[in-house]
């Protein structure tokens, strides 16, 4: 098995020497930007985590796809910026805002790019399952992302709906993070499985807690306003919620005008204490924690070392613990 430390290492150093195409530099400048602001890496992390439950040593073979997933994941953030009008990514300006829509669109293309060349560097043993995989998974996060727009138009989205919806759009790259790595590593099939479930499900656990520290969360440690959902419209898990609890008014405060500076103080505020009142807070904290603890049954059901069952408890907590 492979350590956290040892992971955590071959993370931070792949992302500090990754390599884009030097021109022209206005189309590249904005990958190594995005790249350099950083992130919590998530998903290469996962994907590492999983193959060391197989494997104990680290190269080309797994490091190359696992820096696919997270420029991909970067690639769909560049494009869901121009999408959602979004200033801020990471408490730095989003591509769109620094250099124009026209370069953050074609920029995040070439990104998608990048990162099919580095999932095709898996081992050739497992090249055409991996690149099946992750070439579903893009589509569904595509479908997801539509879904996502979609409901903006809608007033009314059921529970079931939302939940489909994020575990296309955020459930099903973190889920194909964990079942590449296993793929990669040598595991069984139902080894593989076991993990899409458990990153599929830490997926669903990690957009709740996004959505909830969207209204929630300090702006300084969250890295974009706070609000954002509200001020877009975003049929998000507390609004879906609220709803669902009976707050009906939250129809019409979703849809309240947020030109002006005032307007979209107003706008969160009332949305805010709709919240309050239908009490979506606690309740998004216990579908988290619940999200998570199914998680961990479905990873650990086909593992049975001790030590690679706590790596992936760990790793659960370190996606959601923010927030439970």
Not at 6 to 23: P, T
Not at 113 to 141: G, H, M, N, Q
Not at 193 to 219: I, N, R
Not at 310 to 320: C, G, I, P
Request: negative net charge.
């Amino acid at each position: 098995m492979i350590s956290d430390t040892l992971i955590d290492s071959a993370v931070r150093q792949l992302f500090e020497g990754i390599k884009f195409q030097d021109q022209p530099s206005g189309l590249y400048d904005p990958l190594r930007y995005m790249i350099a602001i950083g992130g919590k890496r998530i998903r290469p992390r996962l994907c590492l985590t999983t193959y060391g439950i197989w494997a104990d040593e680290l190269g080309q073979h797994i490091l190359e796809p696992a820096a696919g997933l997270e420029v991909f994941h970067t690639f769909t953030l560049i494009h869901d910026d121009i999408m959602d009008r979004s200033p801020l990514r990471r408490g730095a300006a989003t591509v769109w805002k620094k250099w124009s829509e026209d370069t953050a669109i074609l920029s995040g293309d070439v990104m998608c790019i990048d990162a099919y060349k580095r999932i095709s560097k898996a081992p050739a043993a497992v090249l055409p399952e991996a690149l099946e995989l992750f070439s579903k998974t893009a589509s569904e996060v595509c479908d997801g992302q539509q879904l996502d727009m979609d409901f903006e138009k809608r007033d009314v989205v059921s529970m079931d709906e939302y939940m489909q919806m994020i575990g296309l759009k955020t459930g099903v790259l973190i889920a194909c993070s964990a079942q590449l790595g296993a793929l990669i590593g040598g595991a069984d099939p139902r080894s593989q499985e076991c993990l899409y479930q458990y990153g599929y499900l830490l997926g669903l656990a990690f957009q709740v807690a996004d959505d909830y520290l969207d209204a929630y969360g300090d702006q300084k440690v969250f890295g974009k306003p706070i609000g954002g959902d509200i001020l877009n419209c975003k049929k998000s898990w507390l609004t879906v919620k609220a709803y669902e609890n009976g707050a009906t008014e939250i129809v019409e405060a979703l849809n309240a005008p947020a030109s002006t500076d005032e307007e979209k103080a107003a706008k969160i505020e009332r949305v805010m204490k709709i919240y309050e009142s239908a009490n979506v807070a606690e309740e998004a904290k216990k579908t988290i924690a619940d999200l998570s603890t199914s998680a961990i049954f479905k990873g650990t059901g086909a593992i049975t070392d001790p030590e690679c069952q706590d790596a992936l408890k760990r790793f659960a907590h370190s996606l959601v613990g923010r927030t439970v």
